[in-house]
């Protein structure tokens, strides 16, 4: 059986960085699963069906890549779907900190499943999906952070707001 790998988030919505963790990840894992976190505490911006076929619109090229949603404990998911491995994107000593105590505690709860970081690209270092909304809501340039077909979709939430 191939390695099959879980990419989780919020992705909301989903930017440069992220596709580059993604098409990375592609050819270093049998098959990956961009798992859409369906999280109720924060107020996302996109619904999670809106943010789930945003990103199959965007990785139709990867044969390897699927895309779904998944509530409540990543481990439970991951189980649920057979994944061995957590794919984490890193990109300042920031995300270290908080990164390491889940995917420790993950451990602990999950002996079978171990997390796996992907160092962001220099060029994606600064890039979140938080920035990308707070200057979509300024009527900001977006599109160097998003891929074309995203920024519409960002400016359309703005507009009617
Ligand atoms: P979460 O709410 O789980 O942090 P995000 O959608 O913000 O969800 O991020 C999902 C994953 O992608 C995280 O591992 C995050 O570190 C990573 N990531 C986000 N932006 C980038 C980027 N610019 N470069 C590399 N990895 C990134």
Do not use: C, W
């Not at 699927?66 to 890193?90: H, M």
């Not at 390491?100 to 709860?109: D, F, H, K, P, S």
């Not at 970081?117 to 909304?133: A, D, H, R």
């Amino acid at each position: 059986m191939g390695k099959r790998a879980i990419y989780p988030g919020s992705f909301d919505p989903i930017t440069n960085g992220h596709l580059d963790i993604i098409d990375r990840s592609s050819k270093i894992f049998d098959e990956i699963i961009v798992g859409v976190l369906n999280n109720r505490q924060k107020n996302p911006l996109f619904s999670v069906d809106e943010r789930v076929s945003m990103i199959k619109g965007l990785v139709g090229k990867y044969p390897n890549v699927s895309v779904d949603s998944f509530d409540g404990l990543l481990i439970d998911y991951a189980k649920e779907i057979s994944a061995s491995i957590i794919i984490r994107g890193l990109r300042a000593i920031s995300d270290f900190e908080y990164e390491l105590q889940i995917a420790q505690t993950n451990r602990v709860e999950s002996g079978n499943l171990d997390t796996i970081f992907l160092t962001t690209s220099l060029n994606y270092s600064y890039l979140s999906s938080t920035i990308v909304k707070e200057f979509a809501s300024y009527g900001a340039d977006i599109s160097k952070f998003v891929p074309p077909e995203v920024v519409p979709l960002i400016e359309q939430k703005y507009k009617k707001q």
